[in-house]
């Protein structure tokens, strides 16, 4: 059965979920998540990407990004990101073959809601795996500069967010309170599904 054609829209939020190869680790240590994150923010400047929420989890990473220019170059910033740190993982732990199961899953984000819906889904994946009870208690995430005001050089605030208030403290309080109120089941379900066939999250 032939792969659907990516859909990828000028300024237009994108949701992608890249998974290892059979469920496996991509990241033991410390040293190769803070790695993956240098590629990343390498690439993404090349190809003009703004990356708004992450997360690495143990064996899959999710971003929420917007291609700032070229659609495309969300295609080419996941490209080189993984090709650099498989080759890099592959060298450390002296091993070959494929480290993630293929081209990775995506699907636009259409709706404020769904934006905001991504960000929570995103940034509380490690709760949902419980890895930890809070989603500032995990390191690896974008939760610390979107909630907390940290700084991460990573992260592309989306004109969205910023609305949220003008002042800094306010707008990191602003987000904070959308953690408030649990993700609805069918919310989660909706992004999982659409994701898992690259369409669209908006509503009917």
């Known amino acids: 059965m032939p792969r659907p054609n990516r859909v990828i829209l000028p300024q237009t939020p994108v949701h992608l979920v890249q998974r290892g190869n059979n469920r496996g680790t991509c990241f033991h240590y410390r040293s190769e998540a803070e790695r993956f994150l240098e590629f990343l923010d390498e690439a993404r400047q090349e190809y003009g990407v703004g990356v708004h929420a992450y997360v690495l989890m143990t064996n899959h990473v999710h971003l929420l990004a917007t291609p700032l220019g070229d659609p495309l170059g969300i295609v080419q910033m996941m490209k080189v990101v993984c090709q650099r740190y498989a080759q890099y993982f592959n060298k450390r732990h002296e ?3 494929g480290l993630f199961e293929g081209r990775y899953r995506s699907c636009l984000v259409g709706e404020e809601d769904y934006l905001f819906a991504c960000y929570r889904y995103i ?3 490690p709760v949902r795996a419980g890895m930890v009870a809070h989603p500032g ?4 995430s974008s939760y610390p500069a979107n909630a907390l005001g940290a700084d991460d050089p990573l992260i592309t605030p989306h004109a969205l967010y910023q609305h949220l ?12 309170q959308l953690f408030d109120t649990p993700l609805p089941d069918a919310t989660i379900d909706e992004i999982r599904q659409q994701t ?3 369409q669209t999250l908006k509503f009917a």
């Open 137 to 140: 208690d995990y390191r690896w």
């Open 123 to 125: 940034e509380l994946n």
């Open 196 to 198: 898992r066939r690259g």
């Open 95 to 97: 091993r070959t073959g």
């Open 165 to 176: 208030a003008h002042a800094p403290e306010l707008r990191c309080q602003r987000y904070r």
